[in-house]
């Protein structure tokens, strides 16, 4: 860790961040899935140092590389998420005891606290972080909220998991959903 600004210490921070409560773990994992996809298409010498890149040009690189294999709106959103993840990533280095972050989970909080309702969809945000395995190496975890209060998280995801090792996966989901 020589510089600390490497692309593996960013996934590091958002692990980090999810699993102290510095943010939702859904987001942390969410902000993780996209960090890794689209700065995987840097070489592992220029993932040595974030610092060194200007983020549009490397989200620009993504978009051309990965374009047939994500919706344009998929695209926007992973870049959208990059730029958030480097951002809070860069503010945590810079000064990690007073990182603080805004999240739905917060806005809701200070709603009920002043005495308003809150909608259903910031309760995804809040949800109480259950202990999760952590991955195993090669591998990364990600979650998906499916409904208020309700967040799947599936770990030990191979970062090279084909098409048809997802439609596998798929499958099984389907398996395991209740008619009615």
């Given at each position: 860790?020589?510089n ?14 999810g ?5 939702p ?12 996809n ?138 395991l959903?209740?008619?009615?």
């Open positions: 860790m020589a600390a600004y490497s692309t593996d210490d960013l996934v590091d921070f958002l692990d980090h961040a699993d102290r409560g510095l943010m773990a859904a987001t942390a994992q969410a902000l993780a899935v996209a960090s890794r689209v700065l995987g298409v840097l070489t592992d010498a220029e993932r040595a140092d974030l610092s060194k890149h200007d983020l549009d040009a490397v989200i620009k690189r993504f978009n051309n590389k990965r374009a047939r294999d994500f919706t344009p709106a998929s695209l926007k959103e992973y870049g959208r998420r990059v730029h958030r993840a480097v951002d809070l990533f860069l503010n945590w280095r810079a000064d990690p005891a007073n990182f603080t972050i805004k999240t739905r989970a917060n806005v809701a909080g200070r709603k009920k606290a002043k005495g308003s309702d809150a909608s259903e969809s910031d309760d995804i945000s809040s949800v109480a972080d259950a202990p999760v395995p952590q991955a195993r190496p090669g591998a990364y975890q990600s979650a998906l909220p499916v409904r208020p209060g309700i967040v799947v998280t599936l770990v030990n995801i191979p970062y090279d998991l084909t098409k048809g090792e997802a439609e596998r996966l798929a499958n099984f989901v389907r398996l959903a209740v008619d009615g």
